[in-house]
């Protein structure tokens, strides 16, 4: 996201972010926003060349015959194949063209560049070395790459094994930049829906706290803690859920808390959710991996107070088809490439457009749909613009 925009060639971001947003937009942000993503891509060039695709795309291939020529499982790779070569051709490293049936076809056209990642890893060290965890994830996975591709092991297995825990606890943090604007994002959004009175928050997906500690902080700084009479904080994982409730149970002792093991592609009630019982459900960086997406709106809207409130921090597709930086990472878990797909708002699993979102809110129940801040205005000018909260009603 460079500072200035391509629709008008000066920087336009006092104009098109929320005056509560536009600080956390700095020059010093969106310069390590750009470092990961030439990091992630060049990451994808490297990985372009490990995995075989190099030699495989030397002549015009598919996806599919790009995968059998460098011997990968099909049944693993070719999601991650697929945006391995759209990020290439994204960046005019690669040929493509699309068939009169559809299908795209990828071609080496000119020799790659000789791009080095770690030159691209020791300038954000400089830069801002708060920021390093995420790039710390990214090639953690890069890594795994080739075994997952080649059905060694799963995503799962790489990404969330002995040796990952660790730099995704140190990602999953209010110090790590990268990942906190989304909490931050979260709360101010949720803020504006509280309703007035005492309100029950359920959250899902809670990790290790760090999105509840931004929503009770920024609460609680802004002199309305006491509107929260209870916060419930759900995590599929036992080790995340243990160490979030030990860093927020003393932290917000005068706060009515419970921490409950939940799996989001279940029934809410295995976590002791009743109906009706939430005035607001709120998540950051959860729904997207949701593998039938309708059955756990489903669950979000039964949990919900007529007239109550959803609020979802999520990374959001500016464009429908645009391969995003942060794939390199979730492309290898099978939740992300595994969802109940539906024509005309869940096209594709992971990550969604403004208008996909609203589509599949408002067919699941939802109302007043919008998402904060507007990615639709704001990607004209920033194409690269991810960050937003997805927010609506109980219909």
């Not at 971001?13 to 993503?37: G, K, M, Q, T, V």
């Not at 297995?157 to 930049?177: C, H, K, M, T, Y």
């Not at 609680?220 to 995590?235: D, F, K, N, P």
Request: aromatic share 8%; proline share 6%; with cysteine.
């Amino acid at each position: 996201m460079p500072i200035v925009s391509q629709r008008s060639g000066r920087d336009e971001r006092a104009a098109l972010f929320p005056p509560e947003l536009l600080a956390y937009f700095d020059d010093s942000f969106i310069a390590s926003f750009d470092l990961f993503e030439e990091y992630s891509a060049r990451l994808t060039l490297d990985l372009f060349r490990t995995l075989g695709l190099e030699a495989a795309c030397r002549s015009e291939a598919s996806v599919a015959l790009a995968i059998a020529r460098s011997g990968l499982e099909p049944e693993m790779a070719t999601m991650p194949v697929s945006w391995i070569l759209a990020m290439l051709a994204a960046r005019n490293w690669l040929g493509m063209r699309v068939d009169n049936d559809g299908e795209r076809r990828y071609r080496i056209e000119r020799p790659l560049p000789v791009l080095s990642a770690d030159e691209i890893l020791e300038r954000q060290r400089a830069h801002d070395p708060r920021c390093l965890p995420s790039f710390e994830i990214a090639a953690l996975a890069a890594t795994h790459y080739p075994a997952v591709l080649t059905g060694q092991t799963s995503g799962e297995q790489a990404l969330f094994g002995a040796e990952g825990i660790v730099p995704w606890v140190r990602n999953f943090s209010n110090d790590n930049p990268l990942y906190a604007i989304s909490n931050k994002i979260g709360a101010i959004a949720a803020a504006h829906v509280l309703p007035p009175g005492p309100a029950a928050i359920l959250e899902i997906g809670g990790g290790l706290g760090s999105a509840a500690d931004t929503l009770l902080g920024h609460l609680e700084g802004s002199g309305r803690s006491a509107q929260v009479a209870s916060y419930h904080l759900t995590e599929i994982s036992p080790l995340f859920l243990k160490r979030a409730q030990r860093n927020l149970a003393a932290r917000y002792a005068h706060c009515h808390m419970r921490f409950s093991a939940l799996d989001i592609d279940q029934p809410f009630s295995t976590a002791a959710i009743t109906p009706q019982s939430c005035q607001l459900a709120y998540g950051v960086n959860v729904l997207h991996v949701a593998r039938d997406l309708a059955a756990t709106l489903a669950e979000l809207r039964n949990v919900l107070t007529d007239d109550g409130a959803l609020v979802m921090a999520e990374c959001v597709r500016p464009f429908a088809d645009t391969p995003l930086h942060l794939e390199l990472v979730f492309n290898l878990l099978g939740s992300f490439r595994d969802a109940r797909l539906v024509p005309g708002w869940r096209p594709n699993g992971g990550f969604l457009t403004p208008e996909q979102w609203t589509a599949a809110l408002t067919a699941n129940g939802f109302r007043d749909v919008r998402v904060y801040p507007d990615i639709a205005a704001i990607r004209g000018g920033y194409p690269s613009f991810i960050i937003a909260a997805i927010v609506a009603r109980r219909a």
